[in-house]
């Protein structure tokens, strides 16, 4: 959960993206070779042959605020 909450950083791999998600880091790469995304409102951040993701994508696609708490609706 710290890795979510990570003020200091921009993006995350994609392997750190599939540990939050709770899947593995095939399933991450196959829907991203497929889709371009890691999941609907998360796309890939391709920067030569890496790829990268948006943690506040991320955090918003889980309804989650940059301390990692729930969002209020």
Do not use: W, Y
Not at 31 to 49: A, C, D, R, S, Y
């Amino acid at each position: 959960m710290e890795l979510i909450c990570d003020k200091s950083r921009a993006t995350i791999s994609v392997v750190e993206a599939a540990i939050i998600l709770g899947v593995c880091r095939a399933t991450a790469f196959a829907i991203i070779q497929k889709t371009g995304f890691l999941m609907q409102g998360v796309p890939v951040i391709k920067v030569g042959k890496r790829c990268v993701i948006s943690l506040a994508h991320l955090r918003t696609a889980l309804n989650l605020d940059e301390n990692g708490q729930i969002r209020a609706n």
